[in-house]
């Protein structure tokens, strides 16, 4: 599935939600803006109201200060940019993307072990077929 690209503040907001869980909009303001003497509850506002008609948040009205969660993963939403991304840089292509990382010394050996151990799981899957 496709997610639209969001912008830094939205992503912003989404990173807080994914590492927190359910937050309410002072809770993400707080966090956001911890030392701001401006108030910033339009904006947290607006930019809630932005990821709702998106689809990447629900808001929970059951109490009387709502409370706010991601309806997408942090990794659907990787997943789908990360395809975007390779379709507009290298037609579609993986390759060159993960090459670059590896070469790069961008990928630790943890992270090629399991990269390996997905590969190796998706030949035997293919070997079964």
């Given amino acids: 599935?496709?997610?639209?690209?969001?912008?830094?503040?939205?992503?912003?907001?989404m990173d807080l939600l994914w590492r927190d869980g359910r937050m309410?909009?002072?809770?993400?303001?707080?966090a956001l803006y911890p030392d701001?003497?401006?108030?910033?509850?339009?904006?947290v506002q607006k930019l809630l109201k932005r990821l709702e008609?998106?689809?990447?948040?629900?808001?929970d009205t059951e109490l009387p200060v709502h409370i706010f969660s991601a309806a997408v993963s942090r990794q659907a939403y990787s997943c789908s940019?990360?395809?975007?991304?390779?379709?507009?840089?290298?037609?579609g292509?993986?390759?060159?993307?993960?090459?670059?990382?590896?070469?790069?010394?961008k990928i630790t050996r943890d992270e090629i072990d399991r990269i390996r151990?997905?590969?190796?799981?998706?030949?035997?899957e293919d070997d079964h077929d």
Wanted: proline share 3%; glycine share 6%.
């Fill in 1 to 13: 599935m496709k997610h639209i690209p969001l912008a830094n503040a939205e992503l912003a907001i």
């Fill in 24 to 30: 309410t909009a002072r809770q993400i303001r707080e």
């Fill in 36 to 43: 701001s003497t401006k108030t910033q509850h339009g904006t």
């Fill in 53 to 59: 008609d998106k689809g990447y948040i629900l808001r």
């Fill in 81 to 91: 940019q990360m395809e975007s991304l390779a379709d507009k840089l290298t037609g």
């Fill in 93 to 105: 292509s993986f390759a060159p993307l993960i090459t670059h990382l590896v070469e790069g010394n």
């Fill in 117 to 124: 151990a997905v590969l190796d799981a998706q030949d035997r």
